[in-house]
């Protein structure tokens, strides 16, 4: 049954609730089928009862009742990032988990898949904070998780990357900023100062043969006279 009440800011809580959980269940047979792309339209109409920032309350309610809207708005948008997360679409996975974390930002299933979607992306700086706090939390929970293996070798490779990113900028700021050798400009001026000191054999032969030339005229000068 696709029929469903248009306006939610008018239902009660375990209204919201009713038609939340009847998207959700949908979802989820759709979801075991692989068929994600219509267990994410399910899910996504789900996300329509329970969020209360996309459809604010309008009627009276206790904290009680608030509390199991937003416990199911959570269940909903990690399967949200999940099927996103499947399909590839890493930012809109981001985008589930970031409203996920603002009302449970220990939320594992969110830090797993936050950081899974940023690894894909390759961006490794920002994939390992939510990594390691993933593995934080689970080592203070008794609770085993399959995941802890993935979620290690996913650090690692990050770190390994980032460690050859620096090393490989470093180099590339190295050679940009080398000083340059000197030594062209000390062989050109060794040319000009020989170039320079090739004249002196000239000048000399030609002292020679002026001094030369004016006894000859001095001699017959003193003859003739």
Same mark, same amino acid.
């Given at each position: 049954?696709?029929?469903?009440?248009?306006d $939610?800011?008018? +239902?009660?809580?375990? /209204?919201?609730?009713?038609?939340?959980?009847?998207?959700? #269940?949908?979802?989820?047979?759709?979801?075991?089928?692989q068929?994600?792309?219509?267990?994410?339209?399910?899910?996504?109409?789900?996300?329509?009862?329970?969020?209360?920032?996309?459809?604010?309350?309008?009627?009276?309610?206790?904290?009680?009742?608030?509390?199991?809207?937003?416990?199911?708005?959570? %269940?909903? /948008?990690?399967?949200?990032?999940?099927?996103?997360?499947?399909?590839?679409? *890493? @930012?809109?996975?981001?985008? &589930?988990?970031?409203?996920?974390?603002?009302? @449970?930002?220990?939320? $594992?299933?969110?830090?797993? =898949?936050?950081?899974? &979607?940023?690894?894909?992306?390759?961006? *490794?700086?920002? &994939?390992? %904070?939510? +990594?390691k +706090?993933?593995? %934080?939390?689970? =080592?203070?929970?008794?609770?085993?998780n399959a995941?802890?293996?993935?979620?290690? /070798?996913?650090? +690692?490779?990050?770190?390994?990357?980032l460690?050859?990113?620096?090393?490989?900028?470093?180099?590339? *700021? %190295?050679?940009?900023?080398?000083?340059?050798?000197?030594?062209? #400009?000390?062989?050109?001026?060794?040319?000009?100062?020989?170039?320079?000191?090739?004249w002196?054999? *000239?000048?000399?032969?030609?002292s020679?043969?002026?001094?030369?030339? &004016?006894?000859?005229?001095?001699?017959?000068?003193?003859?003739?006279?």
């Open positions: 049954d696709w029929q469903s009440p248009s $939610v800011q008018k +239902l009660s809580i375990n /209204e919201r609730l009713y038609w939340g959980d009847k998207k959700r #269940q949908m979802g989820n047979f759709h979801y075991r089928r068929d994600y792309l219509t267990s994410l339209q399910c899910y996504n109409g789900a996300i329509r009862f329970l969020d209360t920032d996309m459809n604010p309350i309008l009627i009276s309610f206790n904290e009680n009742q608030k509390s199991l809207l937003n416990d199911a708005f959570i %269940q909903v /948008e990690n399967n949200v990032a999940q099927v996103n997360l499947l399909l590839k679409k *890493y @930012d809109a996975c981001l985008n &589930a988990v970031e409203n996920v974390l603002k009302h @449970d930002s220990k939320n $594992v299933k969110a830090l797993f =898949r936050q950081g899974k &979607a940023f690894f894909q992306l390759g961006l *490794y700086d920002k &994939a390992i %904070q939510p +990594l +706090l993933f593995l %934080q939390i689970q =080592r203070e929970s008794s609770n085993s995941d802890k293996e993935k979620v290690n /070798e996913m650090i +690692l490779i990050c770190e390994n990357k460690a050859n990113y620096k090393k490989n900028e470093k180099e590339i *700021y %190295q050679r940009m900023f080398k000083p340059k050798t000197n030594k062209p #400009q000390t062989n050109n001026t060794n040319q000009i100062d020989n170039t320079n000191n090739s002196w054999p *000239y000048i000399a032969l030609g020679a043969v002026f001094a030369t030339l &004016a006894i000859v005229t001095f001699i017959k000068h003193r003859k003739t006279s």
